[in-house]
């Protein structure tokens, strides 16, 4: 009779085996501290206690010869004498140990955010502190928490910084237009929240509104048109000054250095026995057409 482990510990399962060299094969009956116990040739007792512990028997039978031989084996267990036992206790350490946070990462506009320059992150990196703030930190801003098995990104916040308005620019630059022509004078000065915007003409308060239209344009209409630009929350404003000149729409005129406008016309006449009667150029100052009797020659 053998056992795959002679150490008997009690909470431990164990296997006895018997074997017997017999022809036909032996027929196994245990016994247990001279009880009539199972048959087999295995004997298997789950979770051993000390109401285990006594002497083992396996007895071989031949049925044909009618021989039978047996062996025995003692199982001892450790009688514990029974006691109190103690209470355990329990010791660590560090008694106040700090919250371990995963790895934190800000993003601007979904771009990753590196300290350095006016940004700033403290030491945990769980506040990021921005100095000098201009509008170019304006966008949405991101913290992420990431370890080794996940990561989770918080839901953006939008930051709006408030600035403006920068000097106005107003469109077309062109200073002068034509009479009878249409016209629409446009301002834009870059600003957050939007700029309001007001137009003055020659000093006088004119609409408020960013775009001026014009839809006929005449000569009592020039003057300076001056754009004045305003925030609502920084209290800031800014003016931007265009004059603008009306041209009477004469396709032979040109400007000159000195103002005034020179224009060159053939003009045919009746045949006269001489010639031909021909224009000679004259000046023609804004508002008023000069002529001289002096400038048609007859050749």
Sequence with gaps: MTSPDPDFVIGSNLTLICLADSQPPAQYTWIISGVPGPKGQTLFIPSLSRAHSGIYTCKASNSIS????????????????????LQPNVSANNLAPEEHWPSLRWYVNGQSIFPGGHMELSSD?????????????????????????????????????????????????????????????????????????R?????????????????????????????????????????????????????????????SMRFSLPLKVPQLASGVAELEPISVWPRAWVLTSSALRIP
């Excluded at 009618?66 to 036992?85: K, Y």
């Excluded at 370890?147 to 002068?176: F, H, M, Q, R, T």
Aim: glycine fraction near 6%.
């Design 199 to 259: 137009w003055e003409v020659d000093g006088k308060p004119g609409p408020a509104t960013q775009h001026l239209v014009i839809a006929e344009v005449s000569l009592d209409q020039e003057g300076r048109y001056t754009c004045k630009a305003s925030n609502s929350i920084t209290h800031l404003s800014s003016r931007h000054l265009t004059e603008r000149e009306v041209l009477w729409l004469c396709p032979f005129c040109r400007r000159t250095s000195q103002g």
């Design 125 to 197: 990196h769980r506040m990021l502190t921005l100095h000098n703030i201009s509008r170019n930190d304006t966008g949405h801003y991101q913290c992420e928490s990431r370890n080794s098995a996940a990561s989770s990104i918080s839901d953006p916040v939008l930051v709006k910084v408030i600035y403006g308005p920068d000097l106005p620019v107003v469109n077309p630059p062109d200073p002068e237009v034509r009479a009878g022509a249409a016209l629409t004078l446009s301002c834009f000065a870059d600003s957050n929240p939007p700029a309001q915007y």
């Design 66 to 85: 009618g021989l039978h031989s047996s062996d025995s084996t003692l199982l001892p267990l450790p009688n514990f004498p029974t006691e109190t036992l």
